[in-house]
């Protein structure tokens, strides 16, 4: 995301002070990496605390998402869809995402993501659970790609265009 911008900011501050430390006492590996343009100075200033990598800007986002074992979008304030969640969705990786993350996207909680309440414990504990298990983090992204494709791709986001154009749609016609 755009790492400037206030609710990002103030979401990966959250997970890095917050959450983070209550992960690393169920799962000591666990690493968070900070991936966006324009870090501003206070999140910059906590790359190398103990399991926080904040990289800033990168010529290419995949192969983080790729390397991700599970992508995290705790915002506390959102508007409109999240397009980093249906990013890292479409990349069949599984999602952890606070309620206000989810605003707009019509995905199943328990099947194409997990849906946490931003608070640390409880974010932490589905976290676990999800990673415990890597079939079901895998079946997870599996599903959450297919939501993408059949809710959020190409065809699904043109199917209305065509119905307009070729005036079998709901579009309103307005006599001149």
């Not at 206030?6 to 690393?24: F, K, M, S, Y």
């Not at 900070?34 to 190398?48: F, I, K």
């Not at 298990?133 to 992204?141: F, I, K, Q, S």
Request: aromatic residues 4%; proline residues 8%; hydrophobic residues 50%.
């Amino acid at each position: 995301g755009q790492m400037d911008y206030r609710p990002n900011e103030q979401a990966a501050l959250w997970v890095i002070e917050a959450l983070l430390p209550a992960l690393r006492v169920r799962m000591p590996q666990a690493v968070f990496h900070v991936v966006g343009r324009n870090p501003t100075r206070t999140l910059m200033a906590q790359h190398g605390t103990p399991g926080v990598q904040v990289w800033g800007e990168v010529p290419d986002v995949r192969p983080f998402l790729a390397a991700a074992d599970a992508v995290l979008a705790p915002l506390l304030i959102a508007r409109g869809v999240q397009n980093k969640v249906l990013e890292a969705m479409a990349m069949a990786r599984p999602v952890v995402l606070t309620p206000d993350a989810a605003t707009g996207i019509a995905a199943q909680d328990g099947r194409d993501w997990l849906i946490a309440p931003a608070d640390p414990q409880a974010m932490a504990a589905r976290i676990e659970c999800l990673l415990a298990d890597p079939a079901e983090a895998g079946a997870m992204g599996a599903a959450a790609r297919g939501f993408v494709l059949r809710h959020h791709g190409w065809h699904a986001m043109l199917a209305p265009l065509a119905a307009m154009i070729s005036g079998t749609g709901n579009s309103a016609r307005h006599a001149a």
